[in-house]
């Protein structure tokens, strides 16, 4: 059975710094894996998502890496804003025939003004 | 172009009454997903349909859950009879088809349903 496991929990740094947020999974084959945001009383947005057979990808200020054989996916988040604020949710789709997510609990990221 | 729908936002029972929730996914969207998220956790798959077919329902309390897209486009999720543990936001998504030869797929996720069992 897939597990994903994201570090930390909960993370507070100053408006401006460069921050890295970390995910692993259990299983290695899957098919992506992807990041998303979930701001309160909202539904998940997609940042980022990366194939299996990708290294990383790039949206702004978001870089996204893969590292399939050690189960690794970092998030990195250049030049941190307040309005970077919200939790961030790793989530992977198996190499078995459905296709539904499976989820790390998340990183509760505060930027402080 | 309109994102996924959900109703109702908030719904508050008490433990052994029946609930039902609703979903109208993006237009021409063939796969539509129900995810339960307790609070704390990440979402977790209830059910995958492709068109009005299941794909995958393992994780789904057959027992007091159930959920059905008639038509392929709308789906509800029943909850009957309702226990305290059921108290969750119920997320609804829908991709534009299933993942297939490199398909990017990305899944597109409502606003969600939040439960309250008493």
């Known amino acids: 059975k897939q597990e994903v496991t994201q570090i930390p929990a909960a993370l507070s740094v100053p408006e401006g710094e460069n921050l890295v947020l970390n995910c692993s999974f259990t299983?290695?084959?899957?098919?992506?894996l992807q990041w998303f945001r979930q701001d309160p009383g909202k539904g998940l947005t997609s940042l980022l998502l990366i194939q299996s057979s990708q290294r990383e990808q790039t949206s702004g200020r978001l870089n996204a890496s893969l590292d399939k054989s050690s189960g690794r996916s970092t998030l990195y988040i250049a030049a941190s804003q307040p309005g970077d604020s919200a939790t961030y949710l790793c989530?992977?789709?198996?190499?078995?025939?459905?296709?539904?997510?499976?989820f790390g609990k998340g990183t509760h990221l505060i930027i402080q003004p | 172009e309109a994102g996924v729908a959900q109703s109702p936002r908030y719904k508050i029972i008490e433990k052994r009454q029946s609930v039902a929730f609703w979903c109208n996914p993006i237009?021409?969207?063939?796969?539509l997903y129900w995810y339960q998220q307790i609070l704390g956790q990440g979402p977790k798959l209830l059910i995958q349909f492709q068109n009005n077919g299941v794909v995958d329902d393992s994780q789904l309390p057959k027992d007091r859950f159930s959920a059905e897209r008639l038509k392929g486009v709308d789906s509800t999720l029943k909850i009957q009879p309702a226990k305290l543990e059921d108290s969750a936001v119920y997320l609804c998504?829908?991709?534009?088809?299933?993942?297939?030869?490199?398909?990017?797929?990305?899944?597109?996720f409502g606003a969600g349903t939040r439960l309250s069992v008493l």
């Open positions: 299983d290695s084959a899957i098919y992506n």
């Open positions: 998504a829908s991709s534009h088809t299933r993942l297939r030869g490199g398909a990017k797929n990305i899944q597109y």
């Open positions: 989530a992977v789709v198996g190499g078995g025939g459905a296709d539904g997510l499976t």
């Open positions: 237009s021409g969207h063939a796969t």
